[in-house]
């Protein structure tokens, strides 16, 4: 208070004080110094803001006005630091502040050309430390039958066969405790109708080839066939179309598979990539992944709250939860799920893609089901024992 009388300074005191206890710090009521703040009273405002155990951070706003001094409140808010608490500065005014912000760098005190960029640097802060203390991660291991998944593999790459059928796949998926409806290969029409008789109808009749990936798009996949003639009639038509359209393709038959129930469609997958090894995929079925693209990603192997930060990712994870009066789906089955492929594609990095499309999940309580799989081997591991 240089220049000041004890009554002029304690009147200045009471002016500080006065407005940080109206304006309590907190992040909707900023302390507020009045415009025509001098380096005292900015001092003060820093120092009050230092005392109160429920500020971590403080930001310094400066507009130059007429009695402002840019250069003597950069050396005074300097002075006050305590190195306790992180104190950004933002002097505003172009020419006018350059000799405070000059100080400020002087000074080691970071400075930015506005607020918002400050604030920014303050939640680049907030969100490095909780990194740091985030909990541990715990990967999940679950009980497998690794010995039958390697039987299968090591069966495909020692024929130089790199596509995983539907019917192999779904073995591999069992051996990882995946939900799969009961189904086997038929050759012949009258062995697809002994299975449906055997497993109950309305089935479902899929191609099998490895030279055909996506089955629907060449006619390939025929569902609630209800009766003998019904497949009898799917198994004709479904041949005829496949030769007219694909006409090169080695059919070794059809599988046979019971019908699922109905439920919410989602895509479970993964594609490793060469440089951060196996990428984990999720999405909503149908358009949501085909026109609007909506996915998650996380690279293997993933936490349980990881698998769940891919669901809530999506755009889309309002519909799982459920909206308009429909019930949540079980978004615990899902996160599992994708952690028994985050196993899956870490025990054995012969697999270069696969997913299972779709995986239908029901609500909490329910067995989701692994309805249809593809798994592709890579062409490194070719010719193994």
């Not at 220049?3 to 002016?15: A, F, H, M, P, S």
């Not at 172009?94 to 400075?111: K, T």
């Not at 390697?150 to 779904?170: C, F, N, P, V, Y």
């Not at 996506?214 to 179309?241: Q, T, Y």
Request: with cysteine; aromatic share 4%; net charge negative.
């Amino acid at each position: 208070g240089a220049g000041l009388t004890e009554e002029q300074y304690r009147n200045k005191i009471d002016v500080v004080k006065r407005a940080i206890e109206i304006n309590k710090p907190d992040k909707n009521n900023p302390i507020d110094v009045l415009g025509d703040a001098d380096p005292e009273r900015y001092a003060m405002a820093v120092n009050a803001a230092q005392d109160d155990d429920s500020v971590d951070a403080i930001i310094v706003i400066l507009t130059p006005q007429a009695m402002t001094k840019p250069a003597e409140t950069a050396r005074a808010i300097a002075a006050c630091n305590r190195h306790q608490k992180p104190i950004l500065v933002s002097f505003m005014g172009g020419e006018d502040v350059m000799p405070g912000r000059e100080e400020l760098v002087a000074a080691n005190l970071p400075d930015y050309t506005s607020p918002e960029r400050a604030v920014a640097a303050v939640k680049a802060m907030v969100d490095y430390a909780a990194w740091l203390n985030r909990p541990l991660r715990v990967v999940a291991r679950f009980p497998v039958n690794k010995h039958r998944v390697h039987r299968i593999m090591s069966r495909h790459l020692r024929t130089g066969l790199l596509q995983i059928g539907e019917a192999d796949a779904k073995e591999i998926l069992r051996a990882y405790n995946f939900s799969v409806p009961p189904g086997e290969p038929a050759r012949t029409q009258e062995e697809a109708v002994e299975i449906a008789d055997k497993i109950g109808y309305p089935v479902a009749m899929k191609i099998i080839s490895p030279d055909i990936i996506h089955k629907s798009d060449v006619g390939g996949v025929r569902l609630n066939l209800d009766s003998p003639s019904a497949i009898r009639d799917a198994f004709d038509l479904m041949m005829l179309r496949i030769s007219q359209r694909m006409p090169k393709a080695h059919i070794e038959g059809v599988y046979i598979e019971k019908m699922c129930r109905r439920g919410r469609e989602v895509i479970l997958g993964m594609t490793r990539d060469p440089q951060f090894g196996p990428m984990l995929m999720f999405g909503l079925g149908g358009i949501f992944v085909e026109v609007m693209k909506d996915v998650s990603f996380h690279i293997a192997p993933i936490t349980e709250s990881e698998a769940m930060q891919m669901l809530q990712s999506t755009k889309s994870f309002a519909l799982l939860k459920g909206v308009r009066g429909q019930a949540s789906v079980d978004l615990s089955a899902i996160a599992v799920s994708l952690q028994r492929i985050s196993q899956l594609v870490s025990d054995f990095p012969e697999i270069m893609e696969m997913d299972i499309n779709p995986f239908i999940v029901g609500e909490v309580g329910t067995e989701s089901i692994a309805a249809d799989a593809r798994i592709t081997l890579s062409p490194e591991k070719q010719g193994i024992k």
